[in-house]
């Protein structure tokens, strides 16, 4: 068979193919790390032509980047249809232990993820994981448990999430300090929420968390009036 015919054969398999290019990929990145995708290996591995893995992916980053789909949609839908805690701080805290859980699980690909804004940037899928989390912060505030604003926050659990997985990463696998994700996990529960403040602390920051979380049902005031009551109160809860 010529090159022709099996880049036809090929075309006409469609979505098996790229399922198939796409699992050899994943398998690559799980067993050699974000080195082993090469383009010679995942097209051997997946039994096909390496121009196939252009016309299908466009080049190397846009193949991560299907895989990184692939492999994440099923665990974002997993956090997406869970029922939550009821206390919101534990849901928090249930969120972050699998996150940290996916990321030892998969190391070639969290670092992958971590390390190119690009693919972040460019996956729809890991934009719904972030959906997922803004809401369990906004579940926090809503309870008025919430310390500083949502934005803060939502920075604050994800770059202390991504480096608590990637320090644990970076240690030898039979040598992590297993209690370091637990530490970073209730450092950042410590920064972003009221818990463990005496009862006179759950101040007005707290408070108006609580309001700004609540705003989307409120519908007396203007677009104007509603912007700037939501800068105030993101300026009462961010001070220190």
């Given at each position: 068979m010529?090159d ?12 098996e193919v790229?399922?198939?290019i ?6 690559l990145?799980s067993?050699?790390g ?20 252009y016309r ?6 846009g193949?991560?980047?299907a895989?990184i789909e ?6 974002v839908?997993?956090?997406s249809t869970?029922?939550?805690?009821p206390d ?5 805290r249930d969120?972050w ?13 969290f670092s992958?993820?971590?390390s190119?804004?690009y693919?972040?940037?460019h ?6 994981g ?9 579940n926090?505030?809503?309870a ?8 803060r926050?939502?920075g604050?659990?994800?770059a202390?999430?991504?480096?608590a997985?990637l320090?644990?990463?970076s240690?030898p696998?039979g040598?992590?300090?297993v209690?370091?994700?637990d530490a970073?996990?209730?450092a950042v529960?410590a920064a972003?929420s ?8 759950t101040?007005v920051?707290?408070?108006a968390?609580?309001l700004?979380?609540?705003?989307e049902?409120?519908r007396?005031?203007s677009?104007g009036?509603s912007l700037?009551?939501h ?10």
């Amino acid at each position: 068979m010529t090159d022709r015919e099996k880049f036809a054969a090929e075309d006409e398999a469609g979505s098996e193919v790229r399922a198939r290019i796409i699992e050899a990929a994943a398998a690559l990145i799980s067993t050699g790390g974000p080195d082993a995708v090469t383009t010679r290996a995942v097209a051997s591995a997946a039994g096909v032509q390496a121009p196939t893995l252009y016309r299908l992916f466009g080049d190397k980053r846009g193949l991560v980047a299907a895989v990184i789909e692939h492999v994440m949609r099923r665990y974002v839908s997993e956090k997406s249809t869970r029922r939550p805690h009821p206390d919101p701080l534990q849901d928090f805290r249930d969120g972050w232990d699998r996150h940290v859980a996916f990321g030892l699980d998969h190391p070639g690909l969290f670092s992958l993820m971590s390390s190119d804004p690009y693919l972040s940037s460019h996956s729809p899928v890991l934009g719904e994981g972030a959906a997922v989390l803004r809401r369990r912060i906004r579940n926090i505030a809503l309870a008025g448990r919430l310390r500083v604003s949502e934005e803060r926050a939502f920075g604050l659990v994800s770059a202390m999430g991504t480096g608590a997985v990637l320090t644990l990463l970076s240690q030898p696998e039979g040598k992590r300090d297993v209690g370091l994700a637990d530490a970073a996990r209730e450092a950042v529960v410590a920064a972003i929420s009221t818990e463990g403040e005496p009862p006179a602390s759950t101040d007005v920051r707290a408070v108006a968390m609580a309001l700004r979380a609540s705003m989307e049902g409120l519908r007396v005031l203007s677009p104007g009036e509603s912007l700037l009551l939501h800068e105030l109160l993101k300026r009462i809860a961010d001070t220190e």
